[in-house]
């Protein structure tokens, strides 16, 4: 019998695995397809021909136009933000062993609104301008300086909760607690900021939280995928030692893991990613916390197939939610934020209650 094991698990082992590539595979096909749907979802109604005829530059100069300037970049910033929060919420839950933990949990996302706020409120008419004139929020409104100074406070917010961590003791625990503490601070400073604000400065602030991906251009593009792809291959290089995590951390210390640094390293590089994507595209909800979920459920907790598991289902997700937004919005966007809270919130509310005993 024990003969009959050692001689059949091997190749069970092989076509398990063998099934897990080819799904990540299929997932990956159907990023594409939705890749070109979204080039063809519109106001302007174009069909799938003209737009991939105008994605080549080829075809009405409109139409290119359109294509090339417009929703090229939204389609590569969905792909991209996508599997980069999905990414970041898998590694968040893995390091700190915490189900719930999202891209927000070290109050990045928090950070950054109160970043934008500052660009938008005091710099652009609040506090050191003259009033309450639209034509004051040049600069507030102006993407790259309020998305640099948004940047600039979820780093601060990253970097001040993984070195109280590193003074006191660098449990998971700890990281929770200090990320909810933090995130509370930025969030009431946030809400100080607003209630002194002018009407219009309060409108414009208000609105860049909202998850829009219509701010995309291509050098945002390129910077979130410099910092998603970097940070993926560190991931995946890192695998077995979040597997070894995910067993025990006496076992990983046994195995020789430095859990402590893993963790930090970990942590800093997923805030890093939620600190790009949010600070250029808004606040976009559920998805690192869903499609890590649905992938554990389907494909396991080995990290080996998890990882890329997860980062191609957040583009999967963000591109049909973004396609979706476009659909109903009638020739205008809904924030997409919106649609992944509306599509996520149900999904994770079964996921929960589909557990076996009723246990998260």
Not at 55 to 62: D, K, N, V, Y
Not at 136 to 148: C, D, L, V
Not at 324 to 330: E, H, V
Request: charged share 10%; proline share 2%.
């Amino acid at each position: 019998m024990l003969d009959e094991f050692a001689r059949t698990y091997p190749q069970e082992l092989a076509k398990g695995n063998a099934k897990k590539r080819f799904l990540i595979i299929l997932m990956g096909v159907a990023v594409i397809l939705l890749f070109f749907v979204s080039l063809m979802i519109g106001s302007s109604h174009m069909n799938l021909l003209d737009s991939i005829k105008a994605l080549f530059g080829q075809g009405e100069t409109t139409n290119i136009r359109i294509v090339q300037q417009i929703r090229l970049p939204r389609a590569i910033a969905a792909m991209v933000a996508g599997a980069g929060l999905s990414i970041a919420g898998l590694i968040m839950q893995s390091t700190l062993k915490n189900p719930m933990a999202s891209p927000s949990t070290l109050g990045v996302s928090n950070a950054a609104v109160f970043g934008a706020n500052v660009s938008i409120v005091v710099f652009a008419g609040g506090f050191f301008g003259s009033g309450g004139r639209v034509d004051n929020y040049i600069f507030g409104a102006n993407p790259f300086a309020t998305s640099s100074i948004a940047l600039i406070f979820a780093l601060i917010s990253t970097l001040l909760i993984l070195l109280l961590c590193r003074i006191r003791s660098f449990s998971s625990e700890t990281v929770v607690l200090a990320g909810l503490a933090l995130g509370t601070v930025w969030t009431a400073l946030t809400t100080l900021l607003q209630y002194y604000a002018t009407d219009v400065g309060l409108s414009a602030a208000v609105i860049w939280t909202f998850g829009d991906l219509g701010r995309a251009t291509f050098t945002t593009d390129w910077i979130m995928f410099a910092v998603v792809a970097f940070s993926a291959i560190i991931f995946f290089l890192f695998h077995f030692r979040y597997n070894a995590l995910a067993s025990d951390e006496t076992v990983a210390r046994s195995l020789g893991i430095h859990v402590g640094l893993l963790r930090f390293v970990s942590l800093f590089l997923a805030s890093l990613i939620t600190a790009v994507c949010v600070s250029y595209l808004g606040i976009i909800g559920f998805i690192g916390i869903i499609c890590p979920h649905a992938m554990r459920r389907i494909i396991g907790n080995n990290h080996r197939f998890l990882i890329p598991a997860s980062l191609v289902s957040g583009s999967l997700l963000l591109l049909l939610a973004d396609i979706f937004s476009r659909a109903i919005g009638n020739g205008s966007s809904i924030p997409v934020g919106a649609i992944t809270a509306i599509l996520g919130g149900p999904f994770f509310i079964y996921l929960i209650f589909a557990r076996k005993g009723g246990k998260a």
